[in-house]
């Protein structure tokens, strides 16, 4: 079984590493901040005998909790907020965070029970906010939507959020003058906007390995 040391370690590279593809530009950050999120999930989630890798034994989810039997699905976030940032000038030049889904198998098919967002702080792998959803919050409350990825009207699964209260307006209005029709703002996306919940949810998800309610 994997060593908590050896998570730790893992963490403190990935983290070294996000940090300098920021400083340098070197966008490497896109391809191991999914890595860094999966482990700081089963680090922070140590004493539910977190499964991760090889070790899970299951289809779809990150990281399987062998205590609680629950399946959790890790993402994690960059915090778009750069001039040159394509995504950022498409929302209206709002900082915010995204999580994709592409076509959304995995919880279409109920492949994990909950879903751990990391929103990572500025220029940084570490989160500024860690949001739960839950299965059936995601099965009611997606939609496929235009995500402008490319510049293309392709429709995917995704979620977003900002700490700029004017975030959705500013970005339904850019997207429309962009690709010709708004972006509507989901249910998930909402429920975000209420943190105290979902910072009360994840302390639940450490203590409990599952949440309550």
Known sequence: MTAFADVEEAIELLDKVI??????HWNVHSAVGGKYGELFVAKELWEHQPLIGKERKIRGADVFLARTGKRIEAKWGMLHHEPDDYYFKV???VPYWGWGFSK???FLRNRFDYCVMLAARRNE???QHVFVLTLGEMRKGM??????EAGKKARSYFIETSDDS??????AR???SKFGSQLRE????????DRESHRRRWKQLINLGRLTA
């Open 186 to 193: 989901l249910a998930v996306e909402e429920s975000l906007l």
């Open 143 to 148: 939609g496929l939507r235009v995500s402008g």
């Open 19 to 24: 940090r300098l593809s920021f400083a340098n």
């Open 174 to 176: 850019s997207m429309k």
């Open 104 to 106: 959304g198998n995995q």
């Open 91 to 93: 929302r209206g030049s």
């Open 166 to 171: 004017h975030y959705f307006e500013e970005r």
């Open 125 to 127: 792998a570490a989160p």
